[in-house]
Protein backbone atom coordinates (compact mmCIF):
# COMPACT_ATOMS: atom_id res chain seq x y z
CA UNK A 1 0.00 0.00 0.00
CA UNK A 2 3.13 2.17 0.55
CA UNK A 3 4.25 1.57 -2.41
CA UNK A 4 1.17 2.79 -4.20
CA UNK A 5 1.09 6.00 -2.25
CA UNK A 6 4.40 6.78 -2.77
CA UNK A 7 4.20 5.70 -6.57
CA UNK A 8 1.31 8.15 -6.75
CA UNK A 9 2.79 11.19 -4.85
CA UNK A 10 5.80 10.80 -6.91
CA UNK A 11 3.56 10.58 -10.38
CA UNK A 12 1.79 14.17 -9.59
CA UNK A 13 5.11 16.08 -8.68
CA UNK A 14 6.99 14.88 -11.51
CA UNK A 15 4.22 16.16 -13.83
CA UNK A 16 4.95 19.28 -12.77
CA UNK A 17 8.25 19.80 -13.48
CA UNK A 18 8.68 21.71 -16.28
CA UNK A 19 12.22 21.10 -18.98
CA UNK A 20 13.71 22.92 -21.12
CA UNK A 21 13.30 22.94 -25.27
CA UNK A 22 16.94 20.78 -25.81
CA UNK A 23 16.41 22.07 -29.02
CA UNK A 24 17.32 25.68 -28.71
CA UNK A 25 19.20 26.26 -32.22
CA UNK A 26 19.19 29.72 -33.40
CA UNK A 27 17.05 30.65 -36.11
CA UNK A 28 17.62 33.44 -38.87
CA UNK A 29 15.47 36.96 -37.68
CA UNK A 30 13.77 36.43 -40.99
CA UNK A 31 12.41 34.41 -43.84
CA UNK A 32 10.50 35.71 -46.73
CA UNK A 33 7.77 34.15 -48.28
CA UNK A 34 6.39 34.87 -51.66
CA UNK A 35 3.57 32.91 -53.71
CA UNK A 36 4.91 33.94 -56.44
CA UNK A 37 8.68 34.34 -58.38
CA UNK A 38 10.13 38.18 -56.99
CA UNK A 39 11.92 39.52 -59.70
CA UNK A 40 15.41 39.83 -58.65
CA UNK A 41 18.15 36.72 -58.77
CA UNK A 42 18.46 34.06 -56.72
CA UNK A 43 19.96 30.84 -56.04
CA UNK A 44 17.52 27.68 -56.28
CA UNK A 45 18.55 25.74 -53.37
CA UNK A 46 16.12 22.68 -53.01
CA UNK A 47 12.18 22.07 -52.87
CA UNK A 48 10.53 22.42 -49.66
CA UNK A 49 7.38 20.24 -48.35
CA UNK A 50 6.16 21.50 -44.55
CA UNK A 51 3.08 20.04 -43.09
CA UNK A 52 2.21 19.30 -38.88
CA UNK A 53 0.50 16.34 -38.19
CA UNK A 54 -2.30 16.84 -36.34
CA UNK A 55 -5.34 20.08 -36.78
CA UNK A 56 -3.63 23.45 -37.06
CA UNK A 57 -2.70 26.90 -38.42
CA UNK A 58 -0.69 27.84 -41.22
CA UNK A 59 1.88 29.65 -38.60
CA UNK A 60 2.32 26.34 -36.56
CA UNK A 61 4.62 25.93 -39.77
CA UNK A 62 6.78 28.88 -39.49
CA UNK A 63 9.56 27.44 -37.14
CA UNK A 64 10.01 24.27 -39.06
CA UNK A 65 10.18 26.07 -41.75
CA UNK A 66 12.83 28.45 -40.34
CA UNK A 67 14.94 25.42 -39.12
CA UNK A 68 14.91 23.84 -42.66
CA UNK A 69 16.17 27.35 -44.19
CA UNK A 70 18.74 28.19 -41.91
CA UNK A 71 20.29 23.99 -42.45
CA UNK A 72 20.28 24.65 -46.30
CA UNK A 73 21.11 28.67 -46.02
CA UNK A 74 17.98 30.15 -47.36
CA UNK A 75 17.11 33.34 -47.14
CA UNK A 76 13.54 33.43 -48.64
CA UNK A 77 10.69 30.81 -50.12
CA UNK A 78 9.00 31.54 -53.46
CA UNK A 79 6.28 29.40 -54.76
CA UNK A 80 5.20 29.49 -51.39
CA UNK A 81 1.43 27.28 -51.23
CA UNK A 82 0.07 26.63 -47.79
CA UNK A 83 -3.64 24.33 -47.98
CA UNK A 84 -5.51 21.93 -45.18
CA UNK A 85 -4.78 18.51 -46.65
CA UNK A 86 -6.20 15.07 -45.73
CA UNK A 87 -4.32 13.05 -43.11
CA UNK A 88 -3.80 9.22 -42.95
CA UNK A 89 -7.37 9.24 -41.85
CA UNK A 90 -9.24 11.33 -44.29
CA UNK A 91 -12.60 11.77 -42.24
CA UNK A 92 -10.63 12.41 -39.06
CA UNK A 93 -7.77 14.71 -39.67
CA UNK A 94 -7.12 17.68 -41.84
CA UNK A 95 -3.64 18.98 -41.27
CA UNK A 96 -2.06 22.27 -42.66
CA UNK A 97 0.76 21.87 -45.58
CA UNK A 98 3.15 24.27 -46.83
CA UNK A 99 5.47 23.90 -50.36
CA UNK A 100 7.29 25.94 -52.07
CA UNK A 101 11.06 26.30 -53.35
CA UNK A 102 14.05 27.47 -51.10
CA UNK A 103 16.43 29.77 -52.72
CA UNK A 104 18.93 32.46 -51.46
CA UNK A 105 18.43 35.98 -52.96
CA UNK A 106 22.19 37.18 -53.40
CA UNK A 107 21.32 40.97 -52.90
CA UNK A 108 20.34 43.01 -50.03
CA UNK A 109 16.47 43.36 -50.79
CA UNK A 110 13.25 44.60 -48.76
CA UNK A 111 10.81 41.49 -48.43
CA UNK A 112 7.72 43.50 -48.22
CA UNK A 113 9.03 45.84 -51.39
CA UNK A 114 8.95 42.78 -53.39
CA UNK A 115 5.66 41.34 -52.53
CA UNK A 116 6.69 38.79 -49.88
CA UNK A 117 5.90 38.35 -46.09
CA UNK A 118 8.21 37.95 -43.57
CA UNK A 119 7.86 35.71 -41.03
Given at each position: ??????????L?F????A?????????Q???C?????P??E?KT?????V????Y???T?LH?R???????Y?????I????????GF??W???????TGT??????A?D???L?????
Open positions: MKKIILISVSVCSNLFADENTTPTSSLLFSGTAVFIKRIKGKGTGSFDPLHQIADKKANAVNYNVSQRFWPRIVRPVGMVHINTFCKTGGTAI
